[in-house]
C-alpha cells in the first residue's frame, strides 16, 4: 500500500521533472545529447525535429559547440555514423529554422556553415559616443549567440553616412561587400540596388514574427519592390524643436503651437538680443531637415505622405506655406549657420544666446554630453506627428560569412538586442512590444518619445533617406540649400516640383 | 643622335621597351579613360551598376540648364579671375621688393613658398577657422575679431558664410597657397635678366622705372604666360580646398564644378551627369592647355 | 655690381611691405600652432590669437593616438608613407628611363609620344575618376594601398618624364657616346654612366613626388575611403568636422599631417624649388 503510493509519488515527480524540462529545454538555446549507440545524423535529426533534413543544423551546431568546448565531437563528415557515446549539440528549432535559411546544401557558404567559425564584419558609420557604445552592447549579445564567431567592427565616418554610403557602395558592386551594412529604412535602399545585390529577409521576417512586433507604419516603409531588405534596430524622431527652458521662463514663455506664436516668440526674444532659432548648416543637410518639419507641419501626416508617392501634388499650397515659414525663419536665425555644423551651433542654447532650434532627437545625446536640460516640443503644426527614420542592417548576398549573419539579423530585431541599443544610442526600439519595466530604464526624452512613437501619425523622413530615392533627396536638399541664399518661393517650388516629376516618372 | 650600327639594332627595340610600359599606362590611364568617361556622360547611368545605353546629348542639355551647374560656373569664372590676378600680382610685387637686395631674402622667401608644400586640405582645415566670422549673438571669431582689435571692425565680413562672396572668401585662402609660387617663378626670371643688360641701360641714362619697364619686363613675359597657364588650370580643378573649407555653401556660393561632379557620380549615382561635368571641366583645361604645350615645345625645337 | 643706394625711407617702406606679408603668410601657422597647444577649454574660435596659459602637447598626442570616440591619425599618417614611398620610387624610375630613352635613344615618333603624355599632367583628374574606380575594381585592387599607388605612379609618369628628360639633356652625349665604342649596351649606358649623374635629377623628382602623392586628396578620397586604409588627408578632413573632436585636436592634427611635406620644405627647399620651376614646363 505504502509502496504504492510511493511509487505513485515518484512516478508523479518523474513526470512533473520530465514536463519541466522540456519547458526548460524549449526556452533554452538548444540540449546536449550523448548518442546511446550507433547512429547517423540524420537518425538525430529525425528523433528531434520529426525531419531528417535538420542534420545541417544537428552538424552546423554541434561543430560551433566543438570549437567552444572541444568535448563535442567535430562533425567532419555528415554520412559518417556517429558512435555511441558522441556528444552532439540539438539546437533548438527556431535557431535550427534560422540557420537553414541560409545554410542548404546548395548554398555558396555551405561549408562554413557546416563547421562555423569565422568573421562578421559589420559596416556602420557608428564611430563615437552613444552610437558607439550601442552598437558595442549589439556585439556583446551577439557574442553570447555566436561564440564562435570574430566580430569585425568597421566603422567609417564622417557626414552623417555620406562618406560611409561612398565607400560601400563600390564595394558592393565590386563584390566584396562587408558581411552586414547600416542602411536608412526605406527608400534609400533604391541606390542599393537590392534586387541584384541584398538578400530579401522575407522569410527571417515570418520565422522572427517581426511582421507582428514592427508597426505597420513602419514595415511599409520597410518594403520595397515587395520585399524586405533590412532589419530596423531603432527609431529616430527628425521633428523636434529644442529650446532653452531657462530663456523661456524668463519671459514668460510655452513652446509655439503654430507658426504665428511662434514668430511672436521669436519677436520678443530678437528685441532682447538672443538668437530666436539657430541653424547650423555646415554639412549641408540641416536646413533641409528643418524644412521637412515645417513641411510636416503645413501639410498634416496625410498630405506630406502623398507627395512622396505623388498622391498630392507639390503645386499644393501647404508647400508654399512651408517655404514662406522657412523664408521668414531666415530673418531670425544666426548669421553664421553656413559655418557651423548641427552640433556645434547647439552651443547657442547651452551658452543662452540661442533659444530654439529644429534637430532629429539625436540632439538629445550631445545635450546629456554636455550637461545642458533642454527643453523639447513638437515643432508648430506636428503635434500628433511623428517624422520618423530608422537605422537598419541589410545583408548583401555577396556577404562573405554569410553563414553568421542571421543570428546578427536576429539580435539587431530581438527585443534584447533593441533595448540595450536604444538606452544607449539616445533612440528608441522599433518594436512594440516594451513592457513598462522595460521602458523605464529609457530617459525621459525617451520615455515621451516612446508613447509618441505608440500614438502619433508615422511619417518618413526624406532627408534621412526613409521617404524618397537617394536622388530625389539630392534634388530636394539642394532646391532648399539654393532657396537659403536666393529666397524665391516661386522659383523654388517650380523647382521641387520638377524634382518630383523627374523622381516619379 | 646616335648613328645606328648593326650592333644598335637591338639597342634601338630595347630603347623601345623601356619606353613602351609607360607609353601603354599613360595611353590607357589618360586617354583610354577620357574616351571612357565620354562615353558614360553620354549613356544613361543613373544607377550603382554601369548602364551604357547611349541617349546622345541629352545629360549635357540636362547639365547647362541645371542651375547648381550654372551657378558653378559662374563661381568658377569668378575664382579663377579672382585667383590668377590677384596670385599674379602679388606675386610679381613680392619678386620685385624681394630683388632689391634684401636682407635675409632667404628668410623672406622660404615664408612666402612654404603654403605652396602644403595640402589644400589642411589649407581648407585652417582657412575655415580663420574666416568663422562670429556671430552679434556669440561675439566675432577668428579674422573678424582679429580686424576688431585693430580698430578695423568695418573691415568684418561674413566671409564664406556670406552667400554674395562665399567664392571669395575660397579664393583668398588659394591665394594665400600659391601666390608665393608665382613670386618664385617671377623671382627667378628677374634673376635670369643679364646684368649687363641693365648696366647698358644705366649707362644710357634709364633711372631704375625705367630700366623695369624697358628691360625686365620683357623678359617676364613668357613667366606670366606660364603662371596664367599653371594657375589656370590649378583654378579651373579646384576640389580638396572646397571640401575641406566651406562645402557647396549657402545657395551654393562656394560651389565648383569639380565639386558637383564627384557628388553626382559618387553621392547620387549620378554617373552620366559626372562624366558630363567632367568632359566640361577637361575641354575648359583643354582650351588652355593644348595651345600652351604646342606653343611651348615648338620654341623648345626651335632653340 | 654696383649697389644703387636708394632713399632710405623707401627701403624702410619695402622691409614694412615684405615684414607685413611675412606675418600674413605666417598667420594660419600660428594659429595652428598656439591652438595644438591649447587645453579643450581653451581652444575656441573665440579665443584664436591668445597664447596658451598652459602649453601641453596633449592634443597632439591625442590627434595622433586618438581619443574617446575616435581613432587618431598615426595609423593614417602610416598609410600615407605606406602609398608615398612606392609611388615615389616607382614614378621616379619610370620617369628616368622615359628620359633617358628620350634624351638618348630617341626613336622616330618618341617626341610626339611624350607630348601626348605630356597632357597626362595637366587633365583635370575629375574626367579620369569613373573608369579609373571601374578598372581597379576589375582588378580587385580598388579601395585598396596597391590601387592607390598604381594610380600615383601612373598619373605621376608625365611630370617625372619630363623633369628627367630636361636633366639627362644636361648631361653630354659624348659621355654615352665613348661608352658606347667601350662597347656598353643601352643598359649597361644607364646603369654605369647616367644613373651616378641621376641624383639630382632623383632628389628634385622625388621631392616633387613626394609633395603631391602626400597631399593628394582626389584620388585618396575616391579610391581609399575605407579607414583602414586612407591616407591623412582623407582622416583629416574626416576629423575636421566632426563634433567628437575638439579643435584642439583637429589643429594639431593638420599640423602633424603638414609636417612631412614641410621638414622637406624646409630643409631641401632649394631642390624643391628646381622641381616647381620644372613642373611650370619652364618656358
Redesign the interface.
Known sequence: MRQAKLLRRVVLLGLLAVLLSIAIGAAQPGQEYVAPAETTLKAVAQQFFGNEGYWTGVMGATNRKHIQDPSFILIENPELPIKAGAKLWIPTKAWADRFMWVCYPDSRVFPQCLFGGGQLVVASWWTAGGEAEGLAALFEIYKEEAPDVQVVNATIAGGAGFAFRAVIKPRIIAGNPPDTFQLHAGLEVEGYEPEKYLKPLDDLYALEGWDKVFPKDLLELLLYKGHYWGVPVNIHRSNVLWYNKEIFARYGLTPPATWADFFAIADTLKAQGIAPIVLGNAGGWEAPHAFEGILAGTCGATKYKGLWTGAVPWTDSCVTDALNVLKRILDYVNPDYAALTWDTVLEYLKAGTGAMNIMGDWAMGWFMAKGVDIGWAPPPGTKGIYVALSDSFSFPIAAPNAANVPIWLAVCGSKEGQIAFNMRKGSIPARTDITPEEKAKFNPYLQSAMDDWARDAIVPSVIHGAAAVESWVTDFKDVINLFLAAKDVKDAQDKLVRAAQAALK | ??RVGRRFRG??L???L??L???V???L??????G??GL?SLSNW?????DYTLVGFRNYLELFGH??FQ?DMRNLAVFTALFVATSLLLGFL?AI??D???RGEGF?R?????????????????????L???????????IN??LE?LGLGSLKS?W??D?KI?IIAVAIAAI?QMS??VM??YL?GLRSVP?ELREAARVDGAS?LQIYRHVVLPFLR??T???VI?LG?IS??V??LV??M????????CDVP?YF???S???????AR??A???V??VM?SLL??P??IY??R?EARV | MTAIRRPSGVRILIYFVLVGFAVFYLIPVYVLVVTGLKSFEEASPFRMWELPSNPSLEAFRKALFGGFGFEGIGANLRNSLMITIPAVLGSALLGSLNGYVLTKWRFRGANTLFTLMLFGMFIPYQSVLIPLVQTLMKLGLYGSIPGLILTHIVYGIPITTLIFRNYYATIPTELVEAAKVDGAGILGIYRRVILPLSWPGFVVVMIWQFTSIWNDFLFAVTIAQDPLVQPVTVALNNLAGSFIVEWNVQMAGALLAALPTLLVYIFLGRYFMRGLLAGSLKG
Open positions: 643622335m646616335l639597342e634601338r630595347i630603347s623601345v623601356l619606353f610600359p609607360s607609353v599606362l599613360v595611353g590611364f589618360v586617354y583610354g579613360f577620357i571612357w568617361t558614360v543613373n544607377k550603382l551598376s554601369p542651375f547648381r551657378i613680392l621688393l624681394l632689391q637686395r634684401i623672406f622660404t615664408i612666402y613658398l612654404y603654403p605652396m608644400s602644403l595640402s589644400f586640405v589642411v589649407t581648407g582645415v585652417v582657412w575655415r577657422w580663420l568663422n566670422p562670429g556671430s552679434p549673438q556669440m561675439g566675432s571669431a577668428g575679431q582679429l582689435r561674413g564664406y558664410t552667400p562665399g594665400w608665393g609660387y618664385a617663378l627667378a646684368e631704375e613668357p613667366i604666360l606660364g603662371a599653371i588650370h579651373l580643378k576640389y580638396d571640401v575641406a566651406t562645402g557647396p555653401g549657402t545657395g551654393f556660393s569639380a561632379m564627384w557628388e557620380a559618387f553621392h547620387a549615382n549620378r554617373f559626372g562624366g561635368i567632367a568632359v571641366l577637361l583645361v592647355i593644348v600652351y604645350l611651348s615645345l620654341r
